[in-house]
């Protein structure tokens, strides 16, 4: 099953849970039995949190995306999500962690130039701060994300680093469950990925 076809079953699900409980919810309150409506209602009030929640994480990793490619047009882009090595990392090099979360999962993007990668947060106008590109300076490994260790992509030249979890696809990302988007990002940052593959 592809990434397209889990969404539409994801959301497929989550709706029927909704008019499922909704139906039962106005059941409930149509026979007076209000211990069961609360029930129901509380569940309505999850479902909508979990979907805002989720609809909001996946709109400022894109944008954030967007925001860094509009300032580099035609520059490749890899969204991702800070761990809790950034902001450490940000001070070390003299640049703001405004906006970045301790425990990690704050959007972020890398930007790919030719002799440089550029670390973008939200909102940003510029680069945060760059990371040389250097043979074999960019790697996979484990990174602190939400107080657990995740599969993450390291960036560093000796003297700056990066290091994120790529957010290809949003939703898989904010649970650390990234799979092959190490590796292709690992490859599009070091310059190794084949320019069909890139995206």
């Not at 805002?52 to 490749?76: F, M």
Request: net charge positive.
């Amino acid at each position: 099953m592809n990434a397209r076809n889990k969404r539409v079953t994801y959301v497929t699900v989550l709706l029927v849970i909704a008019v499922v409980s909704a139906l039962r919810l106005v059941l409930d309150l149509r026979s007076g039995d209000t211990e069961a409506a609360t029930v129901w209602i509380a569940l309505l009030v999850v479902l909508a949190i979990v979907a805002v929640t989720l609809l909001v994480v996946v709109r400022r990793v894109t944008a954030c995306a967007r925001q860094a490619a509009r300032h580099r047009p035609g520059s490749l882009v890899v969204p991702g999500f800070t761990t809790a090595e950034m902001p450490d990392i940000a001070r070390h090099q003299g640049a703001t962690a405004r906006g970045w979360m301790t425990m990690g999962g704050s959007p972020v993007a890398v930007v790919v130039t030719p002799t440089e990668l550029e670390v973008w947060g939200r909102r940003d106008d510029a680069p945060r701060w760059v990371v040389q590109r250097t043979p074999d300076g960019v790697t996979d490994g484990p990174a602190v994300y939400g107080g657990r260790e995740v599969p993450a992509v390291w960036a560093h030249d000796g003297l700056a680093a990066v290091v994120f979890v790529p957010a290809y696809r949003p939703l898989r990302a904010t649970a650390g469950t990234v799979g092959t988007d190490i590796s292709r990002a690992v490859a599009e940052l070091s310059g190794t990925a084949s320019a069909a593959g890139a995206r």
